[in-house]
């Protein structure tokens, strides 16, 4: 996993070490060198975009200006390939680019690029995710950007770190007498469970419970705790909607969500 923080701002925004989740991205337009641009920014992390001949562009073109301040990359290829990509932005409809990141991956697992404008999310028309390198083999299957939920309380001690938690299914083949022959891995995935309390009810109704009402139908990108645990970023999704209970203390809730991550080709 890889997670860019050198253009963010914290200033009034949440600590880095409060979990951020990206669920409601921006939409738009998408043009793309390659072929099959408009396929990364579906929920099918199988489906790709071909980058082809390097460098190469893909852009997202807003219908009117859009806030953001969270982009994620996923189920690419990119740390494979040896390939850099940057995260650009232009303010105007066919405005100049800025490079708000430059990441070097060296797998080709999850990448989180947090960024704002000191303190507060760009406003933007386009997003530009550009791509560069030797290979024309680079492939993108999963692009969003947008402003994500800021989670009110932080990430304490006993969490299971996403970027180093795995499940893993196998299935065993023995022979008639007993001897191991092999053991092939059939499915895997990233996981852990998230557990917040304390949350204020208004903020929960404002802010968590849209989010929750897109469980468990949709995907969604977690920046597990940005300070302590750069390398626990994931696209992934959860099996239930979250179910919050009240704690008996104050007008405070409690919610759980156990998630799974696509773990990378």
């Known amino acids: 996993m890889t997670l860019s923080l050198s253009g963010y701002t914290v200033g009034s925004n949440q600590p880095l070490n409060h979990a951020r989740i990206l669920w409601s991205p921006v939409s738009g337009a998408i043009t793309a060198a390659g072929t099959n641009g408009a396929l ?12 082809g001949a390097l460098p190469a562009n893909w852009t997202l073109v807003a219908a009117a200006n859009v806030n953001v301040d969270t982009v994620f990359i996923a189920a690419h290829t990119l740390g494979s390939t040896g390939s850099t990509v940057e995260v650009q932005t232009a303010a105007t409809l066919g405005g100049a680019f800025t490079t708000r990141a430059t990441i070097v991956p060296t797998d080709d697992t999850a990448i989180a690029v947090m960024i704002n404008n000191a303190g507060v999310p ?108 750069p390398e626990s970023v994931a696209w992934c999704w959860t099996d239930s909607a979250p179910v919050p209970e009240y704690m008996g203390i104050r007008s405070y809730l409690q919610v759980s969500l156990s998630i799974t991550g696509f773990l990378g080709d």
């Open 122 to 229: 760009y406003s933007v028309r386009e997003i530009r995710i550009r791509v560069t390198g030797a290979s024309a083999s680079a492939q993108i299957g999963i692009i969003r950007a947008g402003v994500a939920l800021q989670m009110a309380q932080p990430v304490f001690s006993g969490v299971k770190p996403i970027g180093l938690a795995r499940a893993v299914e196998t299935r065993q083949a023995i022979s008639e007498t007993g001897q191991w022959l092999a053991r092939t891995v059939q499915r895997q995935a990233s996981m852990t469970q998230m557990d917040w309390s304390h949350l204020d009810d208004a903020w929960y109704t404002a802010n968590f419970q849209p989010f929750s009402l897109t469980l468990p139908q949709r995907p969604f990108g977690l920046i597990q705790n940005p300070q302590r645990m």
């Open 40 to 51: 990364a920014a579906n929920e099918y992390t199988n489906q790709r975009w071909f980058c």
